[in-house]
C-alpha cells in the first residue's frame, strides 16, 4: 500500500514538474485538435481520479466542480457529453490557478482513501489511473512541442529536447522460425490490449539493432522519395499530396542546410541523432527505398530482448487488432482500448518522452498512419 501512495503521490508530482517551465500563456492554446493544452491534461489527469474512483468508492463525496465532467472528458461516451476535441484550448475558464487547486483537492481525497484500506478495486483503478497519467505526461510533452513549434520565434522548453542517439552497428539480428508466445504473461501491470497471450507462427528473419538515424533518412529526401509514388501506400500518397509533406515534421532548410525544432529551440539537424516525428506512411516508404520492410509487432516482441529500444516509439507493420479471446471491460474502462481498434497501426517500445517504469516489450502503443508528433521513429527488417 505504502509503494502505492507513493507512486501515485511521485506521478502527480512528475506531471506538475513537466510544467514548471511554462509561463502562464502556455498552458491553453491548442495548435491541433489532437494537441491537446497543458491545462487540459493537468485537469483530464484528475478527472479521471474523480470520476472513476472517487465519486464512486468514497461515501458523501462531494465534486469539486460539476461543470468539469463536461469539459475534461476525453473519450467515455458512457460518462456523458464532453466538450469536443478542437475546442479544449477555448477552455480559458476555468484559470491554471483553479486546475491546480483541483489537482489538490483530488490528492488529498485520494491519499486519505488510499490509506484506509480501500477494495482491490480501488487499487487495481489507482494502479490504471497512475498508468493513465503516465501517458499523458508524454503526451503533454508532444503536444506541447506541436504548439511551441507553431510559434515563428521557435521558445525554448528547457535543455533537455528528448533527441538522442546511439552508436551505429549497420548489425542485423538474426532471428530463427518457430513457435513463439506473444503477450503480457505475468502479474505486473498491462492494459487490457496487451492479455491473451498467445502463440504465433514467425518465418525466419532479421531486424536491425539500429533505428534509422537523420543523416539516412536525409538521403532518402535527396534522392526525390517523397516525389516518387512508387515507394507510397496510396492513402500515404494522397497525404503527402494533400498536405504538401516532403520532410519530417519540425525540419525546414535554411540556406541549404536541415535544421528541425526542437524543446530547446530551433538546431541544426544532427545526422547520427536517431530521426522521430516520422508517419507510419514515411516509415513504410522509406523501408521500401532502402529495400526492407518494416517488422511486424510480433517480430519486434520476440526480438525486443536483443534490441536497444526506447530511444523512439517505433512503427511495425501490424494493425491495431484485438488479441484473442480480447474482451471489452464493462463499463468506461471498456472505452479505454477496445474501440480503438480500427484504422491504426502499432508501435512498440518507448521514446526519450515516454515517463519512467512506463514501458515493457509487450506496450502496444497505437496512432493513425499519418501522425508525426509522437517521437515516432523507423527500425527495419527483412
Known amino acids: 500500500m505504502e509503494n502505492l501512495v507513493q507512486a501515485y503521490n511521485t506521478t502527480r508530482a512528475h506531471t506538475q514538474n513537466l510544467c514548471k517551465p ?10 491541433a485538435a489532437f494537441a491537446s493544452p497543458p491545462k487540459w491534461h493537468l485537469a483530464h489527469t484528475t478527472w479521471f481520479f474523480e470520476e472513476l474512483i472517487l465519486k464512486k468508492h468514497v461515501t458523501n463525496y462531494k465534486v469539486f466542480d460539476p461543470s468539469y465532467g463536461f469539459l475534461f472528458n476525453s473519450y467515455y461516451n458512457s460518462l456523458g457529453d464532453r466538450i469536443q476535441r478542437g475546442h479544449r484550448g477555448l477552455i480559458t475558464r476555468p484559470s491554471v490557478d483553479e486546475i491546480y487547486k483541483y489537482r489538490e483537492h483530488i490528492d488529498r481525497e485520494m491519499n486519505v482513501l488510499l490509506k484506509n484500506l480501500p477494495s482491490h478495486e480501488v487499487l487495481a483503478l489507482t494502479t490504471l489511473g497512475i498508468n493513465h497519467e503516465q501517458q499523458h505526461q508524454e503526451l503533454l510533452i508532444t503536444d506541447l512541442k506541436f504548439t511551441f513549434s507553431h510559434n515563428p520565434t521557435y521558445p525554448k522548453y528547457k535543455d533537455t529536447n528528448y533527441t538522442c542517439k546511439a552508436p551505429k552497428t549497420n548489425e542485423w539480428l538474426e532471428c530463427t522460425e518457430g513457435i513463439f508466445t506473444v503477450g503480457h504473461t505475468t502479474d505486473d501491470f498491462c492494459y487490457d490490449n496487451e492479455l491473451g497471450a498467445h502463440r504465433v507462427f514467425l518465418e525466419p528473419f532479421k531486424i536491425a539493432k539500429d533505428l534509422v538515424t537523420n543523416g539516412e533518412f536525409i538521403a532518402f529526401i535527396e534522392d526525390n522519395a517523397y516525389k516518387n509514388p512508387k515507394y ?34 530551433l538546431q541544426p539537424v544532427d545526422l547520427e541523432a536517431i530521426v522521430t516525428h516520422i508517419s507510419y506512411y514515411e516509415a513504410s516508404a522509406y523501408a521500401f527505398w532502402a529495400g526492407y520492410r518494416l517488422p511486424t509487432e510480433f517480430e519486434w516482441e520476440i526480438a525486443a530482448a536483443q534490441l536497444d529500444w526506447g530511444m523512439a516509439w517505433e512503427w511495425t507493420n501490424s ?59 523507423i527500425r527495419l527488417a527483412k
Open 319 to 377: 494493425a491495431y487488432l484485438p488479441y484473442p479471446n480480447f474482451k471489452i471491460a464493462e463499463g468506461p474502462l471498456g472505452e479505454y482500448n477496445g474501440k480503438f481498434m480500427n484504422n491504426l497501426m502499432v508501435l512498440r517500445g518507448a521514446s526519450k518522452a515516454t515517463a519512467a517504469n512506463h514501458s515493457r516489450h509487450t506496450y502496444r502503443n497505437f496512432f493513425s498512419p499519418e501522425s508525426q508528433w509522437q517521437f515516432s521513429g
Open 232 to 265: 507510397w501506400l496510396d492513402n500515404g500518397w494522397q497525404w503527402l499530396q494533400n498536405n504538401q509533406i516532403s520532410h519530417p515534421l519540425y525540419w525546414k532548410s535554411i540556406n541549404g542546410k536541415w535544421h528541425q525544432y526542437t524543446l530547446s529551440g
Open 22 to 31: 511554462l509561463q502562464i500563456e502556455d498552458y491553453t492554446p491548442q495548435s
